[in-house]
């Protein structure tokens, strides 16, 4: 059974770092699509990094020259380095996979998620 479980969530100062771990079991990464989502308060959810199987890597504007996605295929990681977070980074994030490349999700849609973990963003 796929299994994705979020880790180093927390709270944060403005201007400040976070990185957030997702490991997988049940699976590997090969071939694989990976994302970041978050989910705000009364705010839809937002897709806001992906990396490919090949380790292209695509960003939201909103996180894009702060946030970099990676993953580490040997221990089945994704992870993702907040830097000069901001009060509107605040939410839920959610590490998903999907059964394919990239180029293949259609709305956002992914075929397995964390539970999520909280980060919050304080001035």
């Known amino acids: 059974q796929v299994q994705l479980k979020e880790s180093g969530g927390g709270s944060v100062q403005a201007g400040g770092s976070l990185r957030l771990d997702c490991a997988a079991s049940?699976?590997?990464?090969?071939?694989?699509?990976m994302g970041w989502f978050r989910q705000a308060p009364g705010k839809e959810r937002e897709g806001i990094a992906h990396?490919?199987?090949?380790?292209?890597?695509g960003y939201a504007d909103s996180v894009k020259g702060r946030f970099t996605i990676s993953k580490d295929d040997n221990k089945n990681i994704l992870y993702l380095e907040m830097n000069n977070v901001k009060s509107e980074d605040t939410a839920v994030y959610y590490c998903?996979?999907?059964?394919?490349?990239?180029?293949?999700?259609?709305?956002?849609?992914?075929?397995?998620w964390g539970q999520g973990t909280q980060v919050t963003v304080s001035e």
């Open positions: 998903a996979s999907h059964r394919d490349i990239c180029s293949t999700v259609v709305g956002g849609r992914f075929d397995y």
């Open positions: 990396i490919d199987f090949d380790g292209d890597t």
């Open positions: 049940g699976y590997t990464y090969t071939g694989y699509c």
